[in-house]
């Protein structure tokens, strides 16, 4: 397979004060289009940080990444709109909906950033199909649960059917059984579209959804579980076998 995501000899620095804090250091690592990886790792350890790397929320300060074949950390920031509106879909711990919306008026909301949003009721409504929320498509936010708000979440992540979804913490609000669930909405996607994934958490009991697992500790790759699908980079591969 093609790699879809790459990093570069990434790092990145950012100062708080007087206070110099390294989130990554010097990162090399590569995720196949269609591929579905975890990152883990405890809190400081840089896996948001590379999440927001990735999704062109934050830039490197050395080092490239590439998506797609494109060096998305050199884009300016017309073009790092377009790649965030185009190729991305982002889904957050927290559900982020708005209450006074009903489910399928947030995901209707996220259509319309399409270039084409005609026919937003419909478009909405399959969405909320895919995640199976048909039937609550017109309940506002405090009627559903928790599982239900994330994957309305999810639904709206969708909206521009994007190459790569990136997941921060999804399971992270709900209890344990919603967010399997959860879980297996996000591994649909991955194994029934093709859906490129990357999903950061701390709980180690998921690794079993992923084809492999990053484990991150102290800005670096500590090392690799799982690639069935993937043979890793070689700096990957190189810490592998340390």
């Given amino acids: 397979m093609t790699d879809l995501i790459c990093f570069e000899n990434v790092s990145k620095t950012y100062q708080m004060g007087e206070v110099t804090v390294r989130a990554l250091r010097d990162v090399s690592l590569a995720v ?8 883990m790792g405890p809190s400081g350890s840089g896996k948001s940080t590379a999440l927001n790397l990735m999704g062109g929320l934050d ?13 998305i950390s050199d884009y300016d920031n017309h073009r790092m709109t377009r790649y965030r509106r185009d190729k991305v879909g982002v889904v957050f711990q927290f559900f982020n ?5 009903t489910a399928a008026e947030n995901v209707e909301l996220a259509l319309t950033l399409r270039p084409n949003h005609n026919g937003l009721r419909k478009a909405s409504r399959e969405l909320l199909e895919r995640v199976g929320l048909e039937e609550r498509a017109d309940h506002f936010p405090a009627q559903l649960s928790g599982g239900e708000q994330q994957r309305v979440a999810i639904a709206r992540a969708l909206a521009n ?3 790569v979804l990136l997941c921060d913490e999804p399971t992270g609000s709900v209890d344990e059984e919603t967010g399997l669930k959860v879980l297996e909405v996000i ?3 991955n194994r029934e579209e093709g859906t490129t994934v990357v999903l950061v958490t701390h709980d180690v009991s998921l690794g079993d959804y992923a084809d492999r697992v990053l484990h991150m500790r ?6 690799i579980d799982g690639g069935k699908r993937l043979t890793p980079a070689p700096a990957l591969a190189a810490e592998a076998g340390r």
């Fill in 97 to 101: 909906l708005i209450p006074t919306l």
């Fill in 32 to 39: 196949a289009d269609g591929e579905f990886v975890m990152i």
């Fill in 187 to 189: 591994q649909g996607l």
């Fill in 59 to 71: 830039r490197p300060t050395e080092g490239k990444v590439i998506v797609d074949g494109e060096v």
């Fill in 218 to 223: 102290s800005g670096q790759v500590d090392h």
């Fill in 161 to 163: 059917h994007p190459r």
